[in-house]
Antibody, heavy 116, light 107 residues
Framework: EVQLVQSGAEVKKPGESLRISCKGS????????ISWVRQMPGKGLEWMGR????????NYSPSFQGHVTFSVDKSITTAYLQWSSLKASDTAVYYC?????????WGQGTLVTVSS | DIQMTQSPSSLSASVGDRVTITCRAS??????LAWYQQKPGKAPKLLMH???SLETGVPSRFSGSGSGTDYTLTINSLQPEDFATYYC?????????FGQGTKVQIK
């Protein structure tokens, strides 16, 4: 069974750094891209970008380029989404998803709350 | 970037109704369109890809159609479990873009 299991909820202050994770299992981790999707409170889905676990090639949406970083650790089949300096506007649920053209399997989401 | 305009943003319907949701792309996307269903507090669920290819396990009351820039998701005979928010996603070009979502509510 394909599973994407994300790390737990986080509460951070503005300016702090954060890395959340997404562990894939039940499939060949390097065969499918991992996408990241943001959902701000009460809002729609926003595609942030994706990473190819086989070579760490990334595509960032212009809206998120420079503010977040995607990475993977193939040895533990885990993808990461990282911020170096959080803003209050980063408060949202973040989903990882597996696919190539479109994403068929999704993680359960990680709630990130940024508040002073 | 390709903009996806989804309509309506919300609708009220009764069990048994037929519901139609539309997505219009700002340029042709050659059927590179997926539809997702999201229930409160849950991750999105893929319903179909390539505009009309139903995913395994998705009830046949869901159907997709369209071409070029205009695409439609139809739910025939709406069931209680179908009340949710629906999103289209174009994967024709990067960055991928979602529609704004359509919330299907109980009338």
């Amino acid at each position: 069974e394909v599973q994407l299991v994300q790390s737990g909820a986080e509460v951070k202050k503005p300016g702090e750094s954060l890395r959340i994770s997404c562990k894939g299992s039940g499939y060949s981790f390097t065969t499918y891209w991992i996408s990241w999707v943001r959902q701000m409170p009460g809002k729609g889905l926003e595609w942030m970008g994706r990473i190819d676990p086989s070579d760490s090639q990334t595509n960032y949406s212009p809206s998120f380029q420079g503010h977040v970083t995607f990475s993977v650790d193939k040895s533990i089949t885990t993808a990461y989404l990282q911020w170096s300096s959080l803003k209050a506007s980063d408060t949202a649920v973040y989903y990882c998803a597996r696919g190539y053209l479109y994403d068929a399997d999704w993680g359960q989401g990680t709630l990130v709350t940024v508040s002073s | 970037d390709i903009q996806m305009t989804q309509s309506p943003s919300s609708l009220s319907a009764s069990v048994g109704d037929r519901v139609t949701i539309t997505c219009r792309a700002s340029q042709g996307i050659s059927n590179a369109l997926a539809w997702y269903q999201q229930k409160p507090g849950k991750a999105p669920k893929l319903l179909m890809h390539a505009a009309l290819s139903l995913e395994t396990g998705v009830p046949s009351r869901f159907s997709g159609s369209g071409s070029g820039t205009d695409y439609t998701l139809t739910i025939n005979s709406l069931q209680p479990e179908d009340f949710a928010t629906y999103y289209c996603l174009q994967y024709y070009s990067a960055p991928r873009t979602f529609g704004q979502g359509t919330k299907v509510q109980i009338k």
